[in-house]
């Protein structure tokens, strides 16, 4: 180690790190930050040895500094010396400098360091050969997520925790079998059979309900949950059942409407290019290529596109210059591509093309009744559209939509699927006036990936080679140019790679 890396340049570093800093702090992975502030800290340089020992109203800190490392914006690694001469980093941060994306990077060092203790507690016979929470471009793996390999002989545990976060831990599932898949081909010598998933308190019921869908044959679970205290505990897949979902009552808006109002419907559903679509609550909505411009109730018609306003029989020519001028907008064939209204919603868009043409989608499809977004998934936006339609034979088929790529997509799919699956058990599709007329198959439903061919994320096939083999999933893939139709390029069953 030269002067430069070594206390004599960490003591320089340091120096300058707190005379141009106005809100340092220090940080050890695994433990809260430490203020510097005037008086709470001691920078000792001694013999050749070099100190710095800070202290708030609870904590107390002090540690021998051997070496410095990785200096930034806003960010200061220093090599500290442990018991036993085992070495470990701290950091000086300055929250002035660093932001918003220096607040993530230290609260990421401080969780995977809570990480390595729930590790090293739950598997106390297993080595921890590798601990990261670096990101990954090339497997496609986020640095939201620590992520580890333990090691006993000749045998291997993939291991991965869920933030605390919002949405964190509905992601993580993704991005652990990822993890997984990866190190079962690097670590060809190690037979890595089974993933550990670590999930807060708050995440562990929904992110266990996937685990009871995945090929128990190619990977074993275990799951954890970790409390605020600090300790975890072992979860049972099996006591997760009972799935967080609803199904509405399907209200119907025909012989209630009022007879104005129906009729503004009718003049303005005979439009080119206008769709009207039924929604659950008896409501329908007035769309162009799906964007909605008119919703009509059982007693007025609402219209606009980012407000709406109650309208009356003069509006009503207005209303239809405002399809005609989205019709435009919006059409495949527009010179402006770039403008807000054709670029919005694509999603919406390819929704409309597969509720227009679903026999171009998949042939057995029936035509009607095809319902969108039933039942809703709780936890914000998803990004991905969800429609569900009955084949010929009476078996229901959940349609997926994804208008780019988007490496979530067959977990996301998966949310959806499994509710679905809870309500045909349960016998409520029929009981609450879906697929009137219809006798449904209480077989599970078919799973329908559908993207633009070059959409899917590389990483979908590693992701569908792990769901379970009774999931009858196909992805199907679309010309460039489906805003003119979905017409299929290719149909791929389950994980299998294109020809």
Same mark, same amino acid.
């Given at each position: /180690?030269?002067?430069?890396?070594?206390? %004599?340049?960490?003591?320089?570093?340091?120096?300058?790190?707190?005379?141009?800093?106005?809100?340092?702090?220090?940080?050890?992975p695994?433990?809260?930050?430490?203020?510097?502030?005037?008086?709470?800290?001691?920078?000792?340089?001694?013999?050749?040895?070099?100190?710095?020992?800070?202290?708030?109203?609870?904590?107390?800190?002090?540690?021998?500094?051997?070496?410095?490392?990785?200096?930034?914006?806003?960010?200061?690694?220093?090599?500290?010396?442990?018991?036993?001469?085992?070495?470990?980093?701290?950091?000086l941060?300055?929250?002035?400098?660093?932001?918003?994306?220096?607040?993530?990077?230290?609260?990421?060092?401080?969780?995977?360091?809570?990480?390595?203790?729930?590790?090293?507690?739950?598997?106390?016979?297993?080595?921890?050969?590798?601990?990261?929470?670096?990101?990954?471009?090339?497997?496609?793996?986020?640095?939201?997520?620590?992520?580890?390999?333990?090691?006993?002989? !000749?045998?291997?545990?993939?291991?991965?925790? !869920?933030?605390?976060?919002?949405?964190?831990?509905?992601?993580?599932?993704?991005?652990?079998?990822?993890?997984?898949d990866?190190?079962?081909?690097?670590?060809?010598?190690?037979?890595?059979?089974?993933? !550990?998933?670590?999930?807060?308190?708050?995440?562990?019921?929904?992110?266990?309900?996937?685990?009871?869908?995945?090929?128990?044959?190619?990977?074993?679970?275990?799951?954890?949950?970790?409390?605020? *205290?600090?300790?975890?505990?072992?979860?049972?897949?099996?006591?997760?059942?009972?799935?967080?979902?609803?199904?509405?009552?399907?209200?119907?808006?025909?012989?209630?409407?009022?007879p104005?109002?129906?009729?503004? %419907?009718?003049r303005?559903?005979?439009?080119p290019?206008?769709?009207?679509?039924?929604?659950?609550?008896?409501?329908?909505?007035?769309?162009?290529?799906?964007v909605?411009?008119?919703?009509?109730?059982?007693?007025?018609?609402?219209?606009?596109?980012?407000?709406?306003? !109650?309208?009356?029989?003069g509006?009503l *020519?207005?209303?239809?210059?405002?399809?005609?001028?989205i019709?435009?907008?919006?059409?495949?064939?527009?010179?402006?591509?770039?403008?807000?209204?054709y670029?919005?919603?694509?999603?919406?868009?390819?929704?409309?093309? %597969?509720?227009?043409?679903?026999?171009?989608?998949?042939?057995?499809?029936?035509?009607?009744?095809?319902?969108?977004?039933?039942?809703? %998934?709780?936890g914000?936006?998803?990004?991905?559209?969800?429609?569900?339609?009955?084949?010929?034979?009476?078996?229901?088929?959940?349609?997926?939509?994804?208008?780019?790529?988007?490496?979530?997509l067959?977990?996301?799919?998966?949310?959806?699927?499994?509710?679905?699956?809870?309500?045909?058990?349960?016998?409520?599709?029929?009981?609450?006036?879906?697929?009137?007329? /219809?006798?449904?198959?209480?077989?599970?439903?078919?799973?329908?990936?559908?993207?633009?061919?070059?959409?899917?994320?590389?990483?979908?096939?590693?992701?569908?080679?792990?769901?379970?083999?009774?999931?009858?999933?196909?992805?199907?893939?679309?010309?460039?140019?489906?805003?003119?139709?979905?017409?299929? /390029?290719?149909?791929?069953?389950?994980?299998q790679?294109?020809?």
């Open positions: /180690m030269t002067a430069a890396n070594g206390p %004599v340049g960490a003591y320089a570093a340091i120096v300058r790190f707190l005379e141009r800093g106005r809100a340092p702090a220090l940080l050890e695994g433990e809260a930050e430490y203020r510097l502030l005037p008086g709470s800290y001691a920078l000792d340089w001694r013999n050749g040895r070099l100190t710095i020992q800070v202290w708030d109203e609870r904590r107390n800190l002090a540690r021998r500094i051997v070496g410095l490392g990785a200096e930034s914006n806003g960010k200061l690694e220093l090599t500290i010396e442990r018991f036993g001469k085992r070495q470990g980093c701290i950091y941060l300055d929250g002035t400098r660093g932001g918003a994306e220096g607040q993530r990077r230290s609260a990421r060092l401080v969780f995977r360091e809570q990480f390595r203790r729930s590790l090293s507690r739950q598997f106390p016979e297993w080595q921890i050969a590798e601990l990261s929470s670096e990101a990954n471009l090339e497997e496609s793996l986020s640095p939201a997520y620590p992520r580890a390999l333990l090691t006993s002989g !000749a045998k291997g545990i993939a291991a991965l925790a !869920a933030p605390p976060e919002p949405g964190a831990a509905a992601a993580s599932l993704t991005f652990a079998l990822i993890w997984l990866y190190l079962r081909r690097r670590e060809r010598r190690l037979g890595v059979e089974s993933l !550990a998933l670590f999930y807060s308190e708050r995440d562990a019921r929904p992110a266990c309900q996937r685990l009871r869908f995945l090929n128990q044959r190619v990977v074993r679970v275990q799951a954890f949950v970790y409390t605020e *205290e600090g300790y975890e505990e072992r979860l049972d897949a099996g006591d997760y059942g009972n799935l967080e979902t609803r199904l509405e009552t399907r209200a119907s808006s025909h012989g209630t409407v009022a104005q109002v129906a009729g503004w %419907v009718e303005l559903g005979s439009l290019h206008v769709e009207t679509v039924e929604r659950a609550d008896g409501t329908a909505s007035l769309r162009v290529r799906g909605e411009f008119a919703r009509a109730s059982r007693s007025e018609l609402l219209f606009g596109l980012e407000t709406k306003a !109650a309208a009356r029989e509006n *020519e207005e209303i239809e210059q405002l399809a005609r001028e019709a435009r907008l919006r059409a495949p064939s527009a010179a402006d591509r770039e403008n807000p209204i670029r919005s919603h694509p999603e919406a868009w390819l929704e409309s093309e %597969v509720r227009a043409h679903p026999e171009q989608v998949d042939a057995t499809l029936e035509p009607e009744p095809i319902y969108g977004q039933v039942p809703a %998934v709780a914000g936006e998803r990004g991905i559209l969800d429609l569900l339609a009955v084949d010929r034979a009476g078996r229901l088929a959940v349609l997926e939509l994804k208008a780019s790529e988007d490496i979530h067959p977990l996301q799919a998966l949310d959806y699927w499994m509710r679905v699956v809870w309500h045909l058990e349960r016998g409520e599709f029929a009981e609450r006036g879906y697929f009137p007329g /219809m006798a449904l198959r209480r077989d599970w439903p078919r799973l329908l990936l559908i993207a633009p061919a070059l959409g899917f994320h590389p990483k979908t096939e590693t992701i569908l080679r792990y769901f379970a083999p009774a999931i009858d999933v196909e992805r199907i893939g679309l010309g460039v140019e489906w805003r003119q139709g979905p017409r299929a /390029m290719f149909r791929i069953p389950g994980a790679r294109p020809l």
